[in-house]
């Protein structure tokens, strides 16, 4: 896990996105970007179903 608080790039995006196209668990894709499993709930949410890394960027 990463310290502190860190915000997510779109490297991050695009792994996240991967991640859930092969079918990774939360737990999973949060312990491979390092960021508590929360934040990638809340990553999901912003992407849209199914996640896109581009509509997360932007809905920055």
């Known amino acids: ?3 502190g608080a860190k915000r997510l790039n779109f490297a991050d995006r695009q792994q996240i996105e991967s991640m859930r196209k092969a079918g990774a668990k939360v737990t999973d894709i949060a312990q491979a970007v ?4 929360a934040t990638i709930y809340n990553e999901l949410k912003r992407g849209g179903e199914p996640y896109q890394a581009e509509t ?5």
């Open 1 to 3: 896990m990463r310290k």
């Open 34 to 37: 390092g960021v508590h499993r």
């Open 56 to 60: 997360a960027q932007r809905a920055l």
